[in-house]
């Protein structure tokens, strides 16, 4: 099993920057595809972006170009760098472990942090 901790979440002013970070264990880490959700109140958990074993990386659209995730195996940790941040991304933000081959699916993932709170305000 994977373990999952957030951190780095917080109040950010739009246009302004946060970095995410997921620190793992466990002995499937590298193995696992590795992804962000982020769930606003009366929402549902939405996939923001993921990365797999080999490094590929996957996006939804409306992150392109601003979020870059990123893994590190041998310290067994995930993170997503957000630039140019807008209120719509205000969230709380999930880490998540999944199968090997990518998936968009929440309910794919078996693994789940607790969650940190982005706030961007206009």
């Known amino acids: 099993q994977v373990q999952l901790v957030e951190s780095g979440g917080g109040l950010v002013q739009a246009g302004g920057s946060l970095r995410l970070s997921c620190a793992a264990s466990?002995?499937?880490?590298?193995?696992?595809?590795l992804g962000w959700f982020r769930q606003a109140p009366e929402k549902e958990r939405e996939f923001v972006a993921a990365?797999?074993?080999?490094?590929?990386?996957y996006y939804t659209d409306s992150v392109k170009g601003r979020f870059t995730i990123s893994r590190d195996n041998a310290k067994k940790m995930v993170d997503l760098q957000m630039n140019s941040l807008k209120p719509e991304d205000t969230a709380v933000y999930y880490c998540?472990?999944?199968?090997?081959?990518?998936?968009?699916?929440?309910?794919?993932?078996?693994?789940w942090g607790q969650g940190t709170q982005v706030t961007v305000s206009s």
């Open positions: 466990g002995r499937t880490f590298s193995s696992a595809t």
């Open positions: 998540a472990a999944g199968v090997v081959t990518y998936t968009r699916a929440p309910g794919e993932y078996y693994s």
């Open positions: 990365i797999n074993w080999s490094g590929t990386t």
